[in-house]
């Protein structure tokens, strides 16, 4: 053994969080690599909505997903003025402590990181191993360690802040602050040279996540894939894929899994239908959700079928808007004809439309409030339910430098501002009354869809 390496999945501070099919992937695929190479690893989760020490057991709906549990805090000063309950989700802080506490010194310890207005529990977890191994180096990564480095490296107490993907970064970090050295030109290249994550060093939650890309050939304005992923869209072999699905339904248990994918669609014949194909001939009784988005360009009458026999539930697809020209400058990502047609081809291949669900941006910088309820029509008259989903501040995008500039945001401000909770915008145009006359025109539309 080289060394021990202990993991942390830290908290969510927020105002509001919900485990849709939550799973620190990133988190377990550098757990992974360190355990080929050697490495005794273990991983304290702050989410495990299943911890025999939590105060309820947890409910779920029919797929898995539910609430975490929520431990009201104090607001940030920053975030005062947001008239809503702040909290803290995740284990109560005695049972990480007693998790903490169980655990032998450890060589190394990672903490990674999520959304960057969540940093608030990275920091707290930072805080707490420090005063438990002191002198233990501790590694930061992850989202938010990645768009927002340098506010990391000032505040985090963190010794060693990592960004972009982690896993070589991580190892060669720990062969040399433990004295070792590894084969890692092994690694380099391809996606398929790595092991799949270690699912199994995580409590069952009755779901995975599968990614079988990273990155996206698309560069939408509003979105950080470039920037989490700066080594360009890149895919892993069907059959690898297919393998980590089985083991996972097999040997874990597993049958509830989540594509994580920016892209899990394109070039579509050399990729997802070959994915399906080995689906259908294993006989794998799983159930599959996109929670991050379609794209509707690459849905035909032939894929929408073979997805529906594979077992795909929940489809999400990215609309974002149905303004031509707005929808040219995001990013070209689709059309509203492309779209019509993926809802078309869905409902005809036997998926129930609420089951079909079109996401909606809201928030965007210079967006109007006409284009966000023109767009909410059009999916609904597409047969579509809809999603608002409001624009996070992403430091690096397109997006971001347009706040800059329209809204005249710091563009080095608290990350804590990044938060679409606390929508409406201190700076937007847009009031509390739009965005709930919105979403309430949202959940009219819906409940017109939805079956008697």
Same mark, same amino acid.
């Given at each position: 053994?080289?060394?021990?390496?202990?993991?942390?999945?830290?908290? %969510? +501070?927020?105002?509001?969080?919900?485990?849709?099919?939550?799973? $620190?992937?990133?988190? @377990?695929?550098?757990?992974?690599?360190?355990?080929?190479?050697?490495?005794?690893?273990?991983?304290?989760?702050?989410?495990?909505?299943?911890?025999? &020490?939590? $105060?309820?057991?947890?409910?779920? #709906?029919? +797929?898995?997903?539910?609430? =975490?549990?929520? *431990?009201?805090?104090?607001?940030?000063?920053?975030?005062?003025?947001?008239?809503?309950?702040?909290?803290?989700?995740?284990?109560?802080?005695?049972?990480?402590?007693?998790?903490?506490?169980?655990?032998?010194?450890?060589?190394?310890?990672?903490?990674?990181? !999520?959304?960057?207005?969540?940093?608030?529990?990275?920091?707290?977890?930072?805080?707490?191993?420090?005063?438990?191994?002191?002198?233990?180096?501790?590694?930061?990564?992850?989202?938010?360690?990645?768009?927002?480095? #340098?506010?990391?490296?000032?505040?985090?107490?963190?010794?060693?802040?990592?960004?972009?993907?982690?896993?070589?970064? *991580?190892?060669?970090?720990?062969?040399?602050? *433990? !004295?070792?050295?590894?084969?890692?030109? &092994?690694?380099?290249?391809?996606?398929?040279?790595?092991?799949? $994550? @270690?699912?199994?060093?995580?409590?069952?939650?009755?779901?995975?996540?599968?990614?079988?890309?990273?990155?996206?050939?698309?560069?939408?304005?509003?979105?950080?894939?470039?920037?989490?992923?700066?080594?360009?869209? &890149?895919?892993?072999?069907? /059959?690898?894929?297919?393998?980590?699905?089985?083991?996972?339904?097999?040997?874990?248990?597993?049958?509830?899994?989540?594509?994580?994918?920016?892209?899990?669609?394109? #070039?579509?014949?050399?990729?997802?239908?070959?994915?399906?194909? /080995? %689906?259908?001939?294993?006989?794998?009784?799983?159930?599959?959700?996109?929670?991050? !988005?379609?794209?509707?360009?690459?849905?035909?009458?032939?894929?929408?079928?073979?997805?529906?026999?594979?077992?795909?539930? *929940?489809? /999400?697809?990215?609309?974002?808007?149905?303004?031509?020209?707005?929808?040219?400058?995001?990013?070209?990502?689709?059309?509203?004809?492309?779209?019509?047609?993926?809802?078309?081809?869905?409902?005809?291949?036997?998926?129930?439309?609420?089951?079909?669900?079109? +996401?909606?941006?809201? !928030?965007?910088?210079?967006?109007?409030?006409?284009?966000?309820?023109?767009?909410?029509?059009?999916?609904?008259?597409?047969?579509?339910?809809?999603?608002?989903?409001? =624009?996070? @501040?992403?430091?690096?995008?397109?997006?971001?430098?347009?706040?800059?500039?329209?809204?005249?945001?710091?563009?080095?401000? #608290? $990350?804590? @501002?990044?938060?679409?909770?606390? =929508?409406?915008?201190?700076?937007?145009?847009?009031?509390?009354?739009?965005?709930?006359? %919105?979403?309430?025109?949202?959940?009219?539309?819906?409940?017109?869809?939805?079956?008697?």
């Amino acid at each position: 053994m080289k060394g021990r390496i202990l993991l942390i999945n830290p908290w %969510i +501070y927020d105002f509001a969080a919900y485990c849709e099919w939550s799973e $620190p992937l990133g988190l @377990l695929s550098v757990a992974a690599l360190l355990e080929e190479n050697g490495y005794q690893v273990a991983l304290v989760d702050c989410l495990d909505r299943h911890h025999p &020490r939590l $105060p309820s057991r947890p409910r779920n #709906d029919a +797929y898995g997903c539910g609430k =975490y549990l929520k *431990t009201i805090v104090e607001k940030p000063p920053i975030l005062g003025a947001v008239p809503r309950r702040y909290g803290r989700y995740g284990l109560p802080l005695e049972v990480f402590e007693e998790e903490v506490q169980s655990q032998p010194c450890p060589d190394v310890v990672l903490v990674t990181s !999520g959304m960057t207005y969540w940093y608030p529990g990275p920091f707290e977890a930072i805080k707490r191993v420090r005063a438990r191994f002191p002198g233990v180096p501790i590694v930061l990564g992850g989202i938010y360690a990645t768009l927002c480095r #340098d506010h990391a490296v000032r505040n985090s107490g963190a010794d060693y802040v990592l960004g972009g993907e982690g896993e070589l970064q *991580t190892l060669r970090l720990a062969d040399e602050l *433990t !004295g070792h050295e590894s084969d890692y030109a &092994r690694y380099e290249g391809s996606l398929d040279a790595l092991p799949p $994550p @270690l699912h199994g060093l995580r409590r069952n939650q009755g779901y995975a996540a599968i990614q079988t890309s990273r990155g996206c050939p698309f560069h939408c304005t509003y979105c950080a894939s470039s920037l989490l992923h700066p080594e360009g869209f &890149r895919r892993r072999e069907p /059959r690898r894929v297919v393998d980590e699905i089985e083991y996972c339904r097999r040997q874990l248990g597993i049958r509830d899994f989540a594509f994580y994918d920016d892209a899990l669609l394109v #070039d579509s014949e050399m990729h997802i239908h070959p994915l399906l194909d /080995r %689906i259908l001939e294993r006989g794998l009784d799983c159930r599959f959700h996109t929670p991050n !988005g379609l794209h509707a360009a690459y849905v035909d009458a032939d894929l929408a079928c073979k997805m529906y026999k594979a077992g795909f539930k *929940t489809i /999400r697809l990215g609309l974002e808007t149905s303004d031509p020209e707005e929808q040219r400058r995001s990013g070209g990502k689709v059309s509203n004809e492309s779209f019509r047609e993926a809802v078309r081809n869905f409902s005809a291949a036997g998926f129930e439309s609420s089951y079909i669900t079109a +996401y909606v941006l809201m !928030g965007l910088p210079g967006q109007s409030l006409r284009q966000v309820r023109d767009s909410v029509t059009f999916a609904h008259r597409c047969g579509a339910p809809v999603q608002i989903t409001l =624009y996070s @501040l992403i430091p690096g995008t397109v997006e971001w430098t347009r706040a800059v500039r329209t809204w005249g945001i710091d563009p080095h401000a #608290d $990350p804590l @501002l990044h938060n679409d909770s606390i =929508y409406p915008f201190p700076w937007c145009q847009a009031g509390l009354e739009d965005f709930q006359e %919105i979403k309430a025109q949202a959940l009219a539309g819906n409940r017109a869809l939805a079956p008697a």
